[in-house]
């Protein structure tokens, strides 16, 4: 098959990016879902190979595409605009790129009924546009990320990785709590504390400080990400 530089090649390159970059976020952070969304991809390459037809593979990514974008331009606006380090910057900026310019290449190529010529010249235009925004992200995230996220002493520090927060009882004096929170998952998590009017939301490799009044009383603290409490994101927050 001669190769056509049209939107199926586009799907092509963004699904091989996409699974590279999911892949090596996925042992980075040792983080499953990453992994889990590179092992779909995966699928979705080996059945272009291996079977004839490829409206339902290019569908499949499609969706992967919109759901990794949902989830991560958000967060890489979030870490940017609160400075926040570079590669939390650049991990959720250049997935999301990736995956708009997929999800375009996608939906072009689904409008075009499986036209493998369809999009020559324009998809190429797409990819250099997609190549650029990765740059200026990269760019972005060197001259502005900070290298310091250490909480302070008399901070509560605690993180969420794979699912799990790093302790599930916390203690302070009362008056002026400050929760030093860190994501080091690809998806979002939050520190919720109802009793309190807390609501911390961390997207991917986030770190957040924040500073609330809180009488002495035994609270419940947990992820307010659907299903996350249920797994086991919860704890006890100990103001005495
Ligand atoms: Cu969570």
Redesign the pocket.
């Known amino acids: 098959m001669r190769r056509q530089y049209g939107w199926f090649w586009l799907v092509q390159v963004a699904a091989v990016v996409e699974t590279a970059l999911l892949f090596t976020a996925g042992v980075i952070l040792r983080d499953a879902e990453a992994l889990g969304f590179a092992f779909v991809l995966l699928l979705t390459l080996g059945w272009i190979v291996f079977r004839p037809g490829k409206i339902v593979p290019v569908l499949v990514r499609g969706l992967v595409f919109a759901d990794v974008a949902f989830w991560m331009l958000p967060a890489a606006v979030t870490n940017g605009v609160s400075h926040d380090t570079a590669p939390s910057i650049i991990l959720p900026g250049v997935l999301s790129a990736t995956s708009v310019v997929g999800l375009v290449a996608a939906l072009a190529f689904l409008l075009s009924r499986g036209n493998l010529a369809a999009g020559r010249g324009l998809a190429r235009a797409v990819s250099l546009v997609g190549l650029l925004a990765i740059l200026a992200i990269t760019g972005y995230a060197a001259a502005t990320g900070s290298t310091n996220t250490g909480g302070r002493a008399g901070d509560l520090v605690i993180a ?1 990785t794979n ?1 799990r927060f790093s302790t599930n009882t916390l203690t302070a004096d009362h008056g002026t709590v400050t929760v030093d929170f860190t994501n080091n998952d690809l998806f979002w ?2 520190f919720t504390v109802s009793a309190l009017d807390v609501d911390i939301r961390s997207p991917v490799k986030g770190h957040e400080r924040i500073s609330f009044n809180a009488p002495p009383g035994t609270y419940e603290f947990f ?1 307010a ?1 659907p299903g ?1 409490k249920q797994i086991g ?1 919860r704890g006890t927050l100990v103001i005495r």
Do not use: S, Y
């Open positions: 969420a699912a998590h939050t992820c990400i996350h994101m």
